[in-house]
């Protein structure tokens, strides 16, 4: 069996007193092992959440003399720029997907997109084309 929760304190809470930790996470009830996880929409927009406050350092195998920091305001930047474009490769994003308030920020689809594949990979072309080309934000880091 599967129990699925939100990341809401009670749901941790109870998932804890039941016994379920991140590295069993599982709980046993009536003989039968209950797996336990946070819903895959509440992780992406806790991610989503988390990137708007904090940079993340990426670790690569094949950049090991680069390691990449992303930050939010890559993102922003990407969006800005974009908005400027006559044809827009990010047409779905807008303000509010980089500055979700009150119901906004509890939308999976504004996560979803922010997240998106598309968005990563205009970043990547972006980084790939190095200095010269690119907002110096958006360069990596020496180590």
């Known amino acids: 069996m599967l129990l699925q929760s939100d990341m809401g304190t009670n749901n941790v809470k109870a998932m804890k007193l039941l016994g379920s930790t991140t590295s069993e996470p599982f709980f046993q009830f009536l003989n039968q092992a209950i797996a336990t996880i946070y819903e895959p929409p509440h992780l992406l927009k806790c991610t989503r959440n988390l990137f708007l406050k904090y940079d993340v350092q990426l670790e690569s195998e094949r950049l090991k003399s680069r390691l990449p920091?992303?930050?939010?305001?890559?993102?922003?930047?990407?969006?800005?720029?974009?908005?400027?474009?006559?044809?827009?490769?990010?047409?779905?994003?807008?303000?509010?997907?980089?500055?979700?308030?009150?119901?906004?920020?509890?939308?999976?689809?504004?996560?979803?997109?922010?997240?998106?594949?598309?968005?990563?990979?205009?970043?990547?072309?972006?980084?790939?084309?190095?200095?010269?080309?690119?907002?110096?934000?958006?360069?990596?880091h020496k180590k």
């Open 69 to 140: 920091v992303a930050k939010c305001e890559h993102t922003e930047t990407l969006y800005k720029s974009d908005r400027d474009l006559p044809i827009h490769m990010l047409f779905k994003l807008t303000d509010t997907h980089l500055a979700p308030v009150t119901q906004c920020a509890m939308k999976v689809s504004l996560a979803a997109q922010v997240m998106s594949h598309t968005v990563a990979a205009r970043l990547s072309t972006l980084v790939a084309y190095g200095k010269e080309q690119c907002h110096h934000s958006f360069c990596f």
